[in-house]
């Protein structure tokens, strides 16, 4: 069975501290970027249950709708955001397990 071919098939078992890091940052940007959709979600839900308390448009019902509107693209940004969060953590396991099964294996 053949070795399936990577980009850095030519410098395995030569990774430095540099790759270590930027493996650890790209999981910190992951983190980082669902906090940022979950911040995004918030502000939406907040303005959505501000136009429906508040009246803002002073009309009711084009203020729950567009209450309705911002409170549900928030819900929505915010399972979007844990989708893409879960999606990227598990890909990101994935990568590293991998990565420490074959250091493993060429140390042998």
């Not at 990577?6 to 669902?34: C, M, S, V, W």
């Not at 940004?77 to 879960?86: E, M």
Request: hydrophobic share 45%.
């Amino acid at each position: 069975m053949t070795e399936k071919e990577t980009p850095y098939q030519d410098i395995k078992g030569q990774l430095i501290l540099r790759d270590h890091l930027a493996a650890d940052r790209t999981i910190l940007a992951n983190e980082r970027t669902f906090l940022a959709y979950i911040r995004t979600a918030l502000t939406l839900f907040v303005a959505g249950l501000s136009f429906i308390h508040f009246n803002i448009v002073s009309d009711p019902i084009a203020d729950g709708a567009i209450g309705g509107f911002f409170i549900f693209i928030g819900t929505i940004t915010f399972f979007l955001g844990l989708y893409r969060y879960n999606k990227m953590k598990t890909l990101i396991r994935e990568i590293k397990q991998k990565e420490l099964a074959e250091g493993i294996g060429h140390e042998n």
